[in-house]
């Protein structure tokens, strides 16, 4: 069933996700549910948000592709478009923290 995700649910699902990326890449694929069920219990500890471990790993992947889009419209990609959400999360996300650390760095040189 989809949920309606709120700013500070949302703003909260990125925090811990940045938070936990080294551990989240140190995970094997199959233990990543686990890392999502951890997120999905704090969103519900600290704000009351009710959402399952899968709707929190959609939730963050819909922002990377919104993201993405975003970037390619932004850059003049036919490809892109803008988005309401790509906008309001450029910030957050234009360091890509969500990938492995290696190739974070290796995008910079």
């Known amino acids: 069933m ?6 500070a649910a949302t703003d909260h699902l990125i925090r811990q996700r940045r938070r936990g990326n080294e551990r989240y890449h140190d995970m094997d694929g199959r233990s ?10 704090r969103l519900y500890q600290d ?4 959402c399952s ?5 959609q939730r963050f992947r819909n922002l990377i592709w919104n993201f ?6 932004r850059n003049g990609g036919s ?6 959400i790509g906008q309001r999360y ?11 650390p290696e190739m974070r760095h290796s995008r910079r040189r």
């Open 2 to 7: 989809p949920i309606e995700w709120t700013r």
């Open 32 to 41: 990543r549910v686990s890392f999502w069920k951890t997120t999905a219990r």
């Open 47 to 50: 704000l009351r948000f009710h």
């Open 53 to 57: 471990a899968r709707q929190c790993e």
């Open 68 to 73: 993405n889009d975003f970037v390619e419209w």
């Open 79 to 84: 490809r892109g478009c803008w988005t309401r």
């Open 90 to 100: 450029y910030r957050s996300f234009k360091s890509r923290f969500w990938e492995q």
